[in-house]
């Protein structure tokens, strides 16, 4: 058959036929914001703390199809066995959020922490959305990786090590963690990366407790209050849910908050008839709209991840007749090592 000419039935129907070829050999996670026909060819579809999850508990599979972006399937690799190979269908599908903060300027912020606050005061936290060697900085400096739908736990875990947290690259989650754990305004302080001591007056730093890297999505920073007042305008017995990578202000107005599979539960456990409205991801919105229609799912205010959408049909079966070849997702040995250690930290938070 000549690729070009492949249709979209007829590309489902040869990804389903290679699945069916390799069985339990191939596995392929999808992240929730993937396009509505790769969650369906997919063997599991999660948050990014299930898909890490689930990339470690797997020791069968041969080849592991990480159909998300590139830090989730970086992270798969740092954890997948040593006969499993990674690979993401488009090496391009990257996270603007991770792009902004890098191994050289988090070690000067932290290093600036430590020479006001003293060694062994600050403990990095870095979001899941960052490079394996961000993950790993935190592994060789008794910190550890969290995701949105641990980030509570792994703040508690934290400030039971030391006084102080550095969390990047996400200032939002770090924001509205904080604030949950019942962080007072004034020990938060943003962390501008350009800047000596980022920013910030050296008491104020010594004060803080949760330093937040200037870092955000683009996707969720577009969501505003005024959305929030006109969609509460319009359907006045309507619940609002949102990411964590909403600003604060927009986390405070919403009925609640939390990650994919926690929005995902939400709309799946409200009763029939009502209405949900939803801050995140636009593809992961209209595919729970479809699978619930029996309820009115709507969005918050149209956002696409665009990176997340680089993945499609096309690519996933390409990627799948070139399995153990095209776009293997590689991390360095030492930095695997280390990242392994903060991403197991996560893994055994209770
Ligand atoms: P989740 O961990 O909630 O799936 O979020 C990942 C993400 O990138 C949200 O923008
Ligand atoms: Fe990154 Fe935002 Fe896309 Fe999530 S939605 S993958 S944080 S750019």
Redesign the pocket.
């Known amino acids: 058959m000549d690729k070009a000419r492949l249709n979209d039935d007829q590309l489902i129907e040869k990804i389903r036929a290679k699945k069916r070829e390799l069985g339990s050999q191939l596995i392929i996670l999808t992240?929730?914001?993937q396009r509505k026909a790769i969650v369906g060819l997919g063997d599991f579809v999660g948050?990014?703390?299930e898909l890490a999850r689930k990339a470690a508990a797997d020791r069968e599979c041969r080849y592991i199809v990480f159909c998300g972006?590139h830090f989730m399937a970086e992270s798969a690799a740092v954890l997948a066995k040593p006969h499993q190979v990674v690979q993401i269908p488009d090496e391009e599908a990257g996270?603007w959020m991770a792009d902004m903060a890098d191994s050289e300027t988090v070690k000067s912020a932290f290093e600036q922490l430590e020479s006001l606050a003293g060694k062994g005061s600050t403990i990095p936290v870095v979001y899941?959305?960052s490079d394996a060697g961000l993950k790993a900085f935190c592994g060789d400096h008794g910190g550890l990786v969290c995701?949105?739908?641990n980030a509570e736990k792994a703040l508690k875990w934290a400030f039971g090590k030391g006084e102080k947290v550095l969390f990047f690259p996400d200032r939002h989650l770090g924001h509205n963690t904080g604030h949950d754990l019942g962080l007072a305004p004034e020990e938060m302080v943003v962390w501008s990366p350009d800047k000596p001591f980022g920013g910030n007056d050296p008491d104020a730093l010594r004060r803080a407790r949760l330093v937040l890297w200037d870092g955000y999505?683009l996707?969720?920073s577009r969501f505003t209050c005024e959305h929030i007042e006109e969609k509460r305008a319009e359907f006045p017995g309507a619940k609002i849910i949102v990411?964590p990578?909403c600003t604060r202000e927009v986390v405070a107005m919403a009925d609640a908050s939390g990650?994919?599979?926690r929005i995902e539960k939400f709309v799946r456990e409200a009763p029939a008839g009502s209405t949900i409205i939803i801050g995140?991801?636009i593809n992961f919105i209209e595919r729970l709209a479809s699978e619930y229609p029996d309820k009115k799912v709507l969005d918050l205010h149209r956002s696409l991840?665009p990176n997340m959408f680089k993945i499609n049909l096309g690519k996933l079966s390409d990627t799948l007749e070139n399995l153990g070849e095209m776009n293997v997702v590689r991390v360095d040995e030492e930095i695997k090592a280390s990242a392994r250690v903060a991403l197991d930290r996560m893994l055994a938070l209770v």
């Open positions: 992240h929730h914001y948050d990014s703390f972006v996270c899941m959305n995701t949105s739908s999505c996707v969720h990411h990578e990650s994919t599979s995140t991801e991840c």
